[in-house]
């Protein structure tokens, strides 16, 4: 069974104050992984999609990055507006099976961006 | 805004009760997921379906049933409600899932059970 783990639960920044954010994951096969921010009282928003080892994808002050066992988003001099939660998924390589579609998601990890 | 349209935004009903929550995808968009979150589970995935037809199932319970339309709308139906059902709903779509696009979420319903 897929299994998405992020760290941390929760991280506090200051404005300017650059980190990572990690998702750890476990499938048979990866299709694709995916992040995701999700504002309080709205659906998950579409960040990005990493299909290999190796790839890099970048939008504004976020940068996501891939390895065989884990994904890194990472916030470069973060402002306010950048607080959300950040949620990982993965899509593994069953397709014609049961899961075909389905997205398993990590818990999140709460962002605060203090000014 | 993602283009998928859930309705109510709330919906606050008894045990025992029925609902159906309504979902219009994305233009062009030709599958549709539907998913579970609460504080305690995180985003679960209930059901997908793909131009009208069902595709997967993920740990849908039996009281909870779900279609797509010909007009690729859809509905999940929640029966026999009990206190636990309390979450938020979310409906996503996308165009082909063997294509691996990502999947566009709506902003939910929230279901309140007292």
């Known amino acids: 069974e897929d299994q998405v783990t992020q760290s941390p639960e929760a991280l506090r920044l200051q404005e300017g104050e650059s980190s990572s954010l990690n998702c750890s994951y476990t499938?048979?096969?990866?299709?694709?992984l995916f992040w995701y921010r999700q504002d309080p009282g709205k659906g998950p928003e579409f960040l990005f999609t990493?299909?290999?080892a190796g790839e890099e994808k970048e939008k504004e002050r976020l940068k996501a990055t891939l390895t065989k066992k884990e994904s890194f988003l990472h916030i470069t001099a973060p402002k306010p507006e950048d607080s959300a939660t950040y949620l990982c998924?993965?899509?593994?390589?069953?397709?014609?099976?049961?899961?075909?579609?389905?997205?398993?998601f990590g818990q999140g990890t709460i962002l605060t961006v203090h000014p | 805004d993602s283009g998928v349209t859930q309705t109510p935004k709330h919906l606050i009903t008894a045990t025992g009760q029925r609902v159906t929550l309504r979902c219009s995808p994305r233009?062009?968009?030709?599958?549709v997921y539907w998913y579970q979150q609460s504080l305690d589970q995180g985003l679960q995935f209930l059901i997908h379906?793909?131009?009208?037809?069902?595709?997967a199932k993920g740990n849908i319970l039996e009281r909870f049933s779900a279609q797509q339309f010909p007009d690729l709308h859809s509905e999940l139906n929640l029966s026999s409600l009990e206190l636990g059902d309390s979450a938020l709903y979310f409906c996503?779509?996308?165009?082909?899932?063997?294509?691996?696009?990502?999947?566009?979420f709506g902003d939910g319903t929230r279901l309140s059970i007292l």
């Open positions: 998924a993965v899509r593994s390589n069953n397709a014609g099976g049961t899961s075909y579609g389905k997205l398993t």
């Open positions: 499938v048979s096969g990866l299709r694709g």
């Open positions: 996503a779509s996308s165009a082909l899932p063997d294509r691996n696009q990502p999947q566009h």
């Open positions: 233009s062009g968009d030709l599958s």
């Open positions: 990493l299909y290999s």
């Open positions: 379906y793909y131009n009208g037809e069902e595709r």
